[in-house]
């Protein structure tokens, strides 16, 4: 839990997982004790170009 780190991203019209659903599975990483960088976006399922650099700075700080 609380050296977990997750970078998880959302978007408000995601039809697979709905926004809400997404919401909530923030609230129980962060509840579970894990640093949770919430980044939403206006979209559907997918992963905007802008959370790549988040996602790659997550997985470099895990290597170290």
Same mark, same amino acid.
């Given at each position: 839990?609380?050296?977990?780190?997750?970078?998880?991203?959302?978007?408000?019209?995601?039809q697979l997982l709905p926004f809400a659903v997404a919401?909530?599975?923030?609230?129980?990483?962060? %509840?579970?004790?894990? $640093? !949770?960088?919430?980044?939403?976006?206006?979209?559907?399922?997918?992963?905007?170009? %802008?959370?790549?650099? $988040? !996602?790659?700075?997550?997985?470099?700080?895990?290597?170290?």
């Open positions: 839990g609380k050296d977990l780190k997750i970078v998880q991203s959302h978007g408000y019209t995601d919401q909530k599975l923030k609230g129980w990483f962060t %509840a579970a004790g894990a $640093k !949770v960088e919430w980044i939403e976006f206006p979209g559907a399922h997918a992963i905007p170009p %802008a959370v790549i650099p $988040k !996602v790659a700075d997550a997985l470099e700080a895990l290597l170290k």
